[in-house]
Structures are given as C-alpha cells and as structure tokens.
C-alpha cells in the first residue's frame, strides 16, 4: 500500500513538472510570437513593407494585410498632402488677389477723407474707409483660420537676421498704430537666430497686432531681443489693458477670447498661430502681464541649428 501511494505521489509530482514546464514553454513561445508582432507593427506604423511570405501559413496571411494597411496609408497620406498643397496655395492666392484691391480702396477712401468735401461725401468717405478697414481685417483672420485648421503650418528653420524679421513685422501694424497715434520703439540689434522667415515673421506680427488692438491711445510698445546662451529671446511689452492671470495660459488656445475683449474684433486665432510656430522650430512664448498695466510677450528663438 505504501508503495502505492509513493508511486502515485511520484506520479502526480512528475505531471505538476511537466504542467510547470509546459507552461513556461508556452509562455517563452508566446513572448517570442508576440516580439515578432510587435516589430511588425511597428515596422507598418513607420511605413515601411513587410518581408513577403509566399505560403498559406497564419502569418503570410497577417504580414499581406499589414502590407496592405500601410500601402492604402501611404496613398492616403501622399493624397492629403497633395490636397493640404493645393489649399494652401489656393488660399495664398486668393489671399494675395483680394488684398490688393481691398488696400487700394483703403488708400482711396484715406485720400478721398483728406479732400475738402461736403459733409455728405465726407460720410460716405468714412463709411468706405470702415467696411474697408473690416473686410480687410476679416480677409487676414481667414487665412489664419485656415492655416490652423488644415494644419499648414510647415516650417524650415535656417539662419535668419532678427533685426529684419522685426521690421517686416512693425511694417504689418505700422498703419493700425498711426491711426491710434501709438508710437512702436524697436531696438536696433545685429542678431541672428535659427528660425523659418516667413512664419516667424508672421507671429512677431500677431503680437504686434494684438499690442496695438489691446493698447490705449497715445502709448508706447517696446519691442527688444534678449540673448541667452541657447534662445534669442524677442520681447514685445505693451501699455494695454492686460491679461488676467488666470487667463494666461489659455489664451494660446484655439479659438479662446476672453470676456474682458469681446467688444474688439477676432476670432483667437492670433496667438495660438504663435505657439505652434514657435513650438514647431524648438522654441516657446511666454506671458507676463497685469491688468491694467500692461504686457510683456516673449518670444524664444534657437540662436542655433537644432
């Protein structure tokens, strides 16, 4: 009897081995398989063809659809893209043909408010400078609303002379601050940084627009870069009526207006155009400011190749 029960015990013991060992097996078989799975995808997510396998095996069948997945991905992406470039220069080029007409007619109606005209042709002088003044600024909020929402921001940062960025952007607003008599001090400055021109150029003049909306009449905006050991720092520090703490960090979000400018027009645009074109080329912005008394953007550019 007891060599009965030893046989048995013995038996059972060498069946949990072999369970033990079967499961480890198994479990190293299925590590392996699922290694192998896992550099498939990721080999698909990047694009690139599966090595073909030319049998009626399980994973012939899985690495042909995966083929198949990144092939329809590459097209549908090469179609975007094409499609993405066909916009932009569709808006570029509507962009560039109403804005022409719409800068005559302001430059007339500004003419025509300087003759010595009756009181009647003085107001309808007026009321043309005015709808001028709105389709052009409605015309520029388009186009950055479409550079936002079909993501056509593409940058290609190379050395770039700051002190001309600054005076291509203070060229944008330089009309806007004459009408509100606001005087813009830019300081002279030989410095270079690693940025793309035109996109740079185009967020300098966002704040710059934004400085001279939100400032009172008869003010200051000083605009001065800062060096560091990495960044080219670009300042803008307006006279205007400030930003709430509180609201910060949310203006550089699409869209966001806060209620304090809700009688000024736009659409909160602007500033979230400055985050991803500086985000995009390795740099950042940051907001100082009081209600009240005023703001300070500060722009950080690399000064080298990233």
Request: proline share 1%; charged share 25%; net charge neutral.
């Amino acid at each position: 009897m007891d060599r009965y029960i030893a046989l048995v015990t013995i038996i059972l013991i060498v069946c949990v081995l072999v369970c033990v060992l079967l499961r480890q097996y198994y479990q190293s078989r299925m590590r392996t398989v699922y290694q192998v799975i896992l550099q498939k995808l990721d080999k698909a997510i990047r694009g690139e063809v599966q090595d073909t396998v030319y049998d009626e095996s399980m994973e012939a069948a899985v690495l042909e659809r995966l083929n198949r997945v990144v092939q329809i991905s590459g097209m549908n992406q090469r179609k975007a893209e094409q499609e993405r470039d066909t916009i932009k220069s569709l808006i570029s080029d509507i962009s560039h043909q109403v804005r022409t007409p719409v800068t005559n007619i302001m430059l007339y109606a500004g003419l025509l408010q300087e003759q010595d005209l009756d009181s009647d042709a003085m107001h309808l002088a007026d009321k043309i400078q005015k709808q001028s003044d709105k389709l052009d600024f409605f015309m520029k909020e388009l186009v950055k609303s479409s550079y936002a929402e079909q993501e056509m921001i593409s940058v290609h940062p190379e050395r770039t002379s700051v002190e001309e960025m600054l005076n291509i952007a203070c060229q944008m607003v330089e009309l806007a601050a004459i009408k509100k008599k606001i005087n813009i001090v830019l300081e002279e400055t030989g410095t270079f940084c690693f940025a793309d021109k035109k996109w740079t150029t185009e967020a300098v003049g966002n704040v710059l627009d934004n400085a001279v909306k939100y400032s009172p009449e008869n003010s200051n905006i000083t605009v001065c870069v800062i060096l560091y050991e990495s960044f080219v720092c670009i300042q803008i520090k307006d006279q205007g009526i400030g930003i709430r703490k509180e609201e910060q960090g949310m203006v550089f979000e699409r869209f966001y207006r806060s209620k304090d400018v809700s009688s000024e027009p736009g659409f909160g645009i602007g500033l979230y155009l400055v985050r991803e074109v500086l985000s995009k080329q390795g740099g950042y912005v940051k907001i100082k400011s009081e209600i009240g008394k005023g703001t300070i953007v500060q722009l950080y550019l690399s000064r080298y190749k990233v």
